[in-house]
Each structure stands twice: as structure tokens, then as C-alpha cells.
């Protein structure tokens, strides 16, 4: 492999693969190495990621059941792989082609339509829109074309006559049509495993417990398709390998979804897939995120069992970067804990990169003094991190790590911005907070968090009122330090006193620190050099605003 270092991001290329691995009935695919490692559902273990065409990802992704409002549990997975699209195409250069189903016909949304009096297709409508407008909120890129089912139908149709045709499904008297898991034999539990999908005596209609339904026919007061098989609509699983099929073939890179969905669903479209095109491996690469808990429950958020927080009703509190952050602070596959506490961590953390970008702003317009920057340390860590973050993605995507290495850079350059009382004649070094700064930028950006969009929001008008406010409390201040003209004859051993009756502007300033601090705002007292000569604007002040939520 060699590397190439383009526009400060690590970037990692590597030659064409000709090798084939067999592991736990997984084919390594031929392609072009990325450089990069996943972890691969159907292994249950980190992989090469390579790819069938070099800088291209084919990704599938199922999209929401829209019969209702979309919870946090829903955008912790779509933001995460949002995440991951990201560094993929802005990191390791992957043009992303993501492709998601909109699923607008299932019993929830005709259940849910009956209650509401409304058609199937208008509450579908509704909560598709409303689900793509809360995406837009999170910054959630859209994927190159949204699918949905009901537009589908007769590729939908067209595909279980395939399966079928290969003999792997069988119709039913009563117009519904089955796929057989005994027709694949032992290559059905690709993720799961045979040993966990245990058999039971068929029910019914079925051949087996485990045969699933590719269509169903139709009931009273049910929107339906016609079909070779009588009136109907689809399955729930025939729609998302039709759709995939459809637009990538008979091979996929990448498929992803919450955990929720590996069993039945995705272990179900692998079935009809490889049934279908008849081939030995369709998805290369299945990755699958964790769930989202509210802080000591078990259980998942989840609609069924009523503990879920709305998207729109979070961001009444939260805003985009701070779920975000969230986020990132975790691996994707891992469970997450949601409550205050975690989400006021993440909180923390964008107050803390706030505070460093401005203070080392503040320090490169001559505003806050200093002693002698390390700043050969400072370049030299900062390459080190570039090239941390990178590996830190490489290796499965690991947020947290890359994010720990981007905070370990801003530790050590708020070492080196601790204020002094009285310049002492160091030289300055703000070109390498400059590159800072910038790295940290372009970084969050790619990660999906504006760091000048957060700092706008959150400060603005805001901010500017509370410099005017220090600049303000600067210049009592001064008023009050300042000392009594010595009269003429006293011995110059008799050092000047201050004003007696400015003593209390001087406690009022002190108080008036100590009140903003709760707050969220902390004034630093730094002597700048226009002090030391008679400047009508003077200020003493690094501001830097922290938990700008807090403040009315």
C-alpha cells in the first residue's frame, strides 16, 4: 500500500485484490482494496473493505415504515451511517451511490389510516415528508434517489416470479405465495446462523415455520396489486431485495440498518436475493448499528413499546451538532445510552472546541497575551493527529478514537493560551493556530458538524452584547485601580493609593465576574500591549461563552 497526503487528510490507496477467502460461508469479494477495515456482519468480525469498482460503494440502506413520527432511535442510525458515508467520500475519496426505500404500504400504515380515517397513501405522504424534513435537520445527506414500494409494484411481482421460477417460493390456494427456506437448505442463516433459527411444524398454509410471505392477498378495506397470483400487495422483505436488485444487480457492497432489522429482515432479503440471481453471495458487506436506550432502560427506543422521543421534539432542546457529537463519542455498533447527561457531555465537548477557537483567535489578532508558545511541538502534533484521525477511521470507522485524538490537539494548544498579566516580549507564533484551527474546521465539517454555523448560533447577538458589557467592566475597572496623583514634596519612597471612594466600582467589577461564570461566561484578564498606551479602546477581556443554551 502507499499513501498520499492530499489537502492535509491521510489518505490511503492500495492496489487491485486478485485474492479469494472463503470464512463462515463468506467469499472475500475481488475488487479494489480500500485500505480500510469493517466489521462484517455475516463474519461477525472486522474485514478488508474492497470494493467490486475502485472509488465507487454501491449502498443499500432500509428506509422508514412512515406511519408515524420519526424517534431518536431512528436518527441515532441514519445520522451514524451518515457518518460513515461521509469519511468514505471526503476521507478515503468512496463516491457513495446510496440508494433507500421508502416502505408505503405495510399493515402499520393501514391500520394507522383506518384509525385516522384517512387513505394509506395520504398518511404515508405525510410522514415521508415529515421524515426527509427532520433528515434535512440533522444534516443528514439524502441518499442519490429515495424508492418507494407502491411505485414498484410490478418490479416487485416480476421478482417473486423470478424466485419462484427457480423453485424456491410456492403460491397458495388462497393467493398468498411463500418463500421456501427448505429449497436453500443450509445457506439460510447467512447472519444468524442455523443453529439459532430453530424449526418448528408448519402452520397453516406453510410448508415450514420459518417460510415468510413474499405476497399477500388482499383483505377488505386493503389498498392491492394485481397479480399472477389474484389481488394482493407485497411482503414486507420482497421489497427491499427488488428495489436493491433493481438498481445494483446481482452484487452489492454495502447494506446497513439497525440491528433490529439483521434478523428477519436482512437474513430474509439474503435469502430471496441469492434465490433470485441464483449466485453464492449478493451483499458483501452487512453493517449493522446499535441500539439507542433512554439512560437504565433495557429495552431499545422503540414506538411499539411507547418510550420514544420525537426528532422534532428533541431539537426543541438539542440542536443538529450536539446530537451529532453525541454520536460520535460512541462506536456505531455499540449500544447508546441516551439521557441529559450524555447529551450535555456532547454539549461539553462543542463548548470546549468553541472556547479553544476563540480563544486562539483572540491570541492571533494580538488580543490575548501569552508566553512563548511551544509551537514546534504544536506543528509536530499536529501532523500527528492528522495522521491519528485517519488510522482512527480506517479501522472500522472509529469515531470515538478520531475524535479523541482532534480534543488531545486541543488540550495541548489551550496549554499554550494561558493568559499573562504583563507581556514579557516572547515571540507570537499564530500561524500554527491558524493551521489549527483550520485542520479542526475542515475536520468537523467532514464528520458533518459546522463548528461556524454552532459558534453563530450559538452566540450572535448574544456575544457581542457581552463584549460590550466587558469592555464596559474593563474600563470601571481601570477607572477604579487607577491611583491618587502623589502631591508635590512627599518622599518618593511613598508609594501612590488608590482612589478610597472607588473601591466599591472595584468590588462591583470582581461581583459582576464571579455572577457571569454560572453562567457560562468566564473573562479571562490579560494585559494586551495597546495598554500600555492611552487608547480610547482598551480591552482586557478573552471571552469565551460555554453553555450559551443556559443563557436568557
Known sequence: KYYLV???????????????????????PLGHDTGLKTYNSLTKQKEP???????????????????????????????????????????????VIHVMV?????????RRAIEESISPTVLARMYEEEFKNDMLA????????????TENIPQIVAFIEGIM????????????VYFDIRSIGDRYGKLMGASDLATEPAKKKKRDS?????????KPQEPSWSSPWGKGRPGWHIECSTIASSVFGSQLDIHSGGIDLAFPHHENEIAQCEAYHQCGQWGNYFLH???????????????SLKNFITIKDFLGSYSANEFRMFCLLTKYRSAIDYSDTSMNEARSFLATIAAFNHDAKAYMRGQLQCQAVQEEALWELLAQTKSSFVQALADDFDTPRAVNAIMTLIYQGNRNLQPITKPDGSPRSPAVFGAILAYIRDVFEVLGIDLEAHSVNCSGTLENVVEQLARFRTEVRAFALSVEDVPPGVPSHVRPRPHPDRVPLLKACDKLRKDLAPLGVHIKVSICACLLEPRPKSILQTLQINKCKDMK
Not at 210 to 218: G, P
Not at 289 to 303: D, N, P, Q, W, Y
Request: hydrophobic share 40%.
Open 6 to 28: 492530499l489537502r492535509g487528510r491521510l489518505q490511503i490507496s492500495r492496489p487491485r485484490t486478485s485474492l479469494t477467502r472463503v470464512r463462515n460461508n463468506w467469499i472475500q
Open 49 to 95: 473493505l474492497i470494493l467490486a469498482q475502485e472509488g465507487i460503494a454501491t449502498w443499500y440502506s432500509c428506509g422508514p415504515t412512515v406511519y408515524d413520527h420519526a424517534h431518536l432511535g431512528h436518527a441515532c442510525s441514519y445520522v451514524r451511517f451518515d457518518i460513515i458515508q461521509r469519511v468514505l467520500s471526503r476521507v478515503f475519496g468512496v463516491s
Open 102 to 110: 421508502i416502505t408505503d404500504i405495510d399493515d402499520k400504515i393501514i
Open 138 to 149: 440533522l444534516k443528514v445527506l439524502p441518499p442519490a434517489v429515495y424508492l418507494r414500494v
Open 165 to 176: 421460477r427457480n423453485g424456491h417460493a410456492y403460491a397458495t390456494k388462497q393467493g398468498d
Open 210 to 218: 420459518r417460510d415468510f410471505a413474499l405476497w399477500k392477498a388482499s
Open 289 to 303: 448499528s446499535g441500539h439507542l436506550h433512554l439512560k437504565g432502560s433495557a429495552e431499545k427506543m422503540s414506538k
